[in-house]
């Protein structure tokens, strides 16, 4: 399986790196870590998620974090990583359900 991140994604993890990082670098690594670990187990493991709240989506939850990786897979060979979020974010947005 391999694991695509979007760019809404990529854009999520550097949102995260740019309040975290002033704030606790260690934290950020430790944030950081936690987050490519989770995506780590979902290459082996991709139903590891649940059902997510948007049809055809996926939702993990990082460990000892309040981050949701939010994923789909296309076909049996891709994870497409559509946001990696704050659990206390609106999700999804009630204009029309969708990622963006």
Request: proline fraction near 6%; charged fraction near 30%; charge should be negative.
């Amino acid at each position: 399986m391999h694991i695509r991140l979007s760019a809404d994604a990529e854009a999520d993890l550097e949102q995260l790196a740019e309040w975290l990082q002033p704030r606790s670098a260690q934290g950020l690594d430790r944030l950081l870590t936690a987050v490519f670990t989770t995506l780590a187990q979902l290459e082996g493991f991709p139903l590891l998620g649940r059902e997510g709240r948007v049809e055809g989506t996926r939702e993990l939850v990082v460990p000892r974090t309040s981050l949701i990786v939010i994923y789909t897979l296309p076909d049996a060979y891709h994870l497409d990583v559509e946001r990696i979020l704050d659990a206390r974010q609106k999700y999804p947005p009630e204009e029309d359900g969708s990622l963006k």
